[in-house]
């Protein structure tokens, strides 16, 4: 993924700035920046959720100009390769947990259904969920129906999976429970895009750090880099601080 000279307003605001970047295949890109920045827009706009007003999107062999109109048949191709997980887990709340995961493959890509059964019972054993395929989303914690939410997403056979900030409604212990599975993606080499403020997270998972505020990039590159104490970014080692909270 790639996206070239983004622009996006809303209102009178800029939200982002004429932003630059690729996603590389096979590895975890983590956003990171302070609230309002522009991550989580940034992070949309690869699933086409938010359009920008120009600007280029290149995705495998298919090139986007968004100052011309995106067809359907575009957003959908692009959608169905980017799988979208959110903070409050947006699961269908009369559909049973398999019922849940079986939707898309079924419905969207018309896989035989005793086939998506399997493979959906196969993703809830990866996410530690194997005994709830016949629970209820109120029945679930927030950490298991997040886990719910990624094995969904993991059931139409992404390219890349977008998390936007997937535990921050989750106490620690419960968090815990999600993060662990997306290290075990990062280390299957599912290619991932994830905004969180976990820095500890960020540091553990990411294959590439970009730091956003004000709609800019600030920093685009390695978390070796970016987390290490003589960064000679001062506006980075600061954010870094107040998120760990090392100096309270």
Same mark, same amino acid.
Request: aromatic share 8%; proline share 5%; charged share 25%.
């Given at each position: 993924?790639?996206?070239?000279?983004?622009?996006?307003?809303?209102?009178?605001?800029?939200?982002?700035?004429?932003?630059?970047?690729?996603? %590389?295949?096979?590895?975890?890109?983590?956003?990171?920046? $302070?609230?309002?920045?522009?991550?989580?827009?940034?992070?949309?706009? *690869?699933? *086409?959720?938010?359009?920008? #007003?120009? @600007?280029?999107?290149?995705?495998?062999?298919?090139?986007?100009?968004?100052?011309?109109?995106?067809?359907? /048949?575009?957003?959908?191709? &692009?959608?169905?390769?980017? +799988?979208?997980?959110?903070?409050?887990?947006?699961?269908? $709340?009369?559909?049973?947990?398999?019922?849940?995961?079986?939707? @898309? $493959?079924?419905?969207?890509?018309?896989?035989?259904?005793?086939?998506?059964?399997?493979?959906?019972?196969?993703?809830?054993?990866?996410?530690?969920?194997?005994?709830?395929?016949?629970?209820?989303?109120? #029945?679930?914690? +927030?950490?298991?129906?997040?886990?719910?939410?990624?094995?969904?997403?993991?059931?139409?056979?992404?390219?890349?999976?977008?998390?936007?900030?997937?535990?921050?409604?989750?106490? $620690?212990?419960?968090? &815990?429970?999600?993060?662990?599975?997306?290290?075990?993606?990062?280390? #299957? /080499?599912?290619?991932?895009?994830?905004?969180?403020?976990?820095?500890?997270?960020? /540091?553990?998972?990411?294959?590439?750090?970009?730091?956003?505020?004000?709609?800019?990039? &600030?920093?685009?590159?390695?978390?070796? #880099?970016?987390?290490? %104490?003589?960064?000679?970014?001062?506006?980075?080692?600061?954010?870094?601080?107040?998120?760990?909270?090392?100096?309270?």
């Amino acid at each position: 993924m790639k996206l070239t000279n983004i622009n996006k307003t809303f209102g009178n605001k800029k939200v982002l700035k004429n932003i630059n970047l690729d996603f %590389p295949t096979g590895k975890t890109t983590v956003l990171v920046g $302070p609230s309002g920045s522009g991550k989580s827009t940034l992070l949309r706009t *690869l699933n *086409l959720l938010v359009t920008p #007003e120009c @600007g280029q999107y290149e995705f495998e062999k298919q090139k986007l100009d968004f100052a011309k109109k995106i067809s359907n /048949k575009e957003k959908i191709f &692009l959608r169905q390769k980017t +799988g979208m997980v959110f903070q409050d887990y947006n699961l269908f $709340p009369t559909k049973t947990v398999l019922g849940n995961i079986i939707e @898309g $493959p079924t419905q969207v890509l018309k896989e035989d259904k005793t086939h998506a059964i399997t493979t959906a019972q196969q993703l809830l054993q990866k996410v530690g969920l194997a005994d709830y395929a016949t629970a209820y989303p109120h #029945e679930l914690s +927030g950490g298991q129906a997040q886990r719910v939410a990624i094995a969904r997403a993991l059931a139409m056979k992404p390219k890349y999976i977008l998390l936007d900030e997937p535990t921050s409604a989750l106490d $620690p212990e419960l968090e &815990l429970s999600v993060l662990k599975v997306l290290l075990q993606l990062a280390r #299957e /080499k599912q290619s991932m895009a994830i905004v969180t403020h976990n820095m500890v997270f960020a /540091k553990k998972i990411a294959d590439k750090i970009i730091f956003v505020e004000n709609g800019e990039i &600030l920093y685009d590159g390695s978390p070796t #880099e970016f987390f290490d %104490p003589n960064n000679p970014n001062q506006r980075i080692r600061n954010f870094i601080s107040s998120m760990t909270l090392e100096d309270l």
